[in-house]
């Protein structure tokens, strides 16, 4: 479930519980990368690796990007169910 991915990742980065936000984003990394939607991927695992030390400014901002992303790849894909392309 995205939004709780990205509700741990918040909570995580609030209550500087590291291997919290780390643990979220490499899940929303990993799905993300499985769906083909890449950017997002891209940006989690740039929110991985910054979660074991990373300025808790820059990691928020990575959070709202990555959110951001999601929204794009989320309508794509839904753009993509509800009217595929025809051959």
């Known amino acids: 479930d995205s939004p709780a991915l990205f509700a741990a ?3 995580g980065l609030a209550e500087d519980d590291r291997p919290v936000l780390r643990r979220a984003a490499h899940t929303m990394k990993s799905t993300s990368s ?5 950017p997002l991927a891209a940006r989690c695992r740039a929110i991985e ?3 074991l030390d990373g300025d808790a400014t820059a990691l928020a901002a990575g959070i709202d990007a990555a959110e951001a992303e999601y929204a794009r790849a989320s309508a794509a894909l839904r753009a993509q169910v509800e009217d595929p392309p025809r051959p």
């Open 9 to 11: 990742m918040r909570t």
């Open 34 to 38: 499985s769906l083909g939607a890449l």
């Open 49 to 51: 690796a910054e979660a």
